[in-house]
Structures are given as structure tokens and as C-alpha cells.
């Protein structure tokens, strides 16, 4: 989606809703409404949203989170949210007949089958960001103007919601010992996002 404006990109709904369930989970409904509010979205949690949003909905929610909680806290949220978001589309955006075919199949094969789909949808996740597949000299994801930390700064990684989403993508479909490591973010000064991916 690299022709997409920025201030019109949106992004899947998820990136909203799953926040808001992680949240509740791990803190409270007060914590929850004093993110959103932050952020400026206390329509969404009030009125969940079911359709595409607004990218800059999405890049305000995460620097909410992070100016909120402390470092480890935002991280566990945003590493849940994405581990729900990988759950609702597999039980949602994956059709079953296409899971049976690639659960059986090797490791490397199945991944790239996956990340061929992953491809096609990432302007659903990345919005105007830039979505790429590496496989040498290993597996990597790279996501470029990343919508999660956009004009963030941080000692660490902060896209832990990607994280998360692709690694129960990978431990359901690819192989369950899958993980998968921000090795890179800009919002420590990089160029790029970049997702190391590992099952061995």
C-alpha cells in the first residue's frame, strides 16, 4: 500500500478492539477508559468499532499505552492484544479447509503459503506502512513507517502487537514452537520494524 495517504490509511478494527480486551484483562475498566481517553478515543470504547479505522486512531492508542503504563506493561498489553488478534482471525479471516492444508504440510512450506496471504492483507495491519517478506539469510518480517510507534522513541522495541500477532499465526499454522522477535524498531532509531521469525 505504498501509495496510500497517510491521513487516510486505515486499519482492521482489531488493532482497536483487542487493546481494549487485553486491557481489561490485565488492568481494569478505570485503566482501560484513562488509555482511551488519552488517546482520544473513548467512542471506540464506548461503540467498538466493526469496520476499518483510521490509522492515526491506531498510533494514538499505542502512544497512549506507552505514556500510561510503564514499559513492561504497555509491552504485555500490546503482546495479548496481538496474540487475541491472531486468534480472532483464525477463527474469523482463515477459512478452516485452508488451515487442515497447511497445518500438515513442512514447516517452510506452510510459512511461505502463509506469508504469501499475510502479504495480500497488509494493508490491513500496516496501513500506509510497508509491508516486506525476507527469507535469507533467515525468516524476517519488515514493516516500514510503522503505524505502532510513528514519531515514538524508545530504548526497546515497541511493536509488540505485530509480535504477537504473527507468532500465533506461526504456533497455529506453522509450527508450534514458533517464535517471533522484534529485532529492530524505529521507534529506537532504525529504519525499519523488523520481526526475526523462529521455530527451530
Known amino acids: 500500500m505504498t501509495e496510500q495517504n497517510q491521513t487516510t490509511a486505515r486499519i482492521g478494527p482489531n488493532s482497536i478492539t483487542r487493546m481494549a480486551q487485553a486491557l481489561r484483562h490485565q488492568h481494569d475498566e478505570q485503566v482501560t477508559a484513562r ?10 470504547l464506548a461503540h467498538p468499532p466493526t469496520a476499518m479505522v483510521d490509522e492515526r486512531d491506531v498510533t494514538a ?7 500510561e503504563l510503564t514499559a513492561e506493561q504497555a509491552s504485555a498489553v ?12 483464525l477463527a474469523n479471516r482463515i477459512p478452516k479447509p485452508v488451515q487442515s492444508i497447511l497445518k500438515p504440510l513442512p514447516a517452510g512450506l506452510s510459512s511461505r503459503i502463509l506469508l504469501k ?3 495480500r492483507n497488509a494493508w490491513t495491519f500496516a496501513g500506509s506502512g510497508q509491508f516486506q517478506v525476507n527469507h535469507q539469510p533467515s525468516l524476517t518480517l519488515t514493516i516500514t513507517n510503522s503505524p505502532l510507534c510513528r514519531e515514538a522513541q524508545s530504548a526497546h522495541p515497541v511493536c509488540d502487537y505485530y509480535a504477537g500477532t ?3 499465526l506461526f504456533q497455529v499454522l506453522v509450527h508450534p514452537r514458533t517464535q517471533v522477535t522484534e ?8 529504519t525499519h520494524c ?6 527451530q
Open 35 to 44: 488509555i482511551f481517553e488519552a488517546a482520544g478515543l473513548t467512542g471506540h
Open 183 to 190: 529485532t529492530q524498531c524505529a521507534a529506537t532509531g532504525a
Open 78 to 89: 500490546s503482546l495479548e492484544a496481538g496474540q487475541l488478534t491472531g486468534d480472532y482471525l
Open 117 to 119: 496471504a499475510i502479504e
Open 61 to 67: 492508542l499505542h502512544r497512549a499505552l506507552r505514556e
Open 166 to 168: 504473527f507468532q500465533r
Open 194 to 199: 523488523v520481526f526475526e521469525v523462529r521455530w
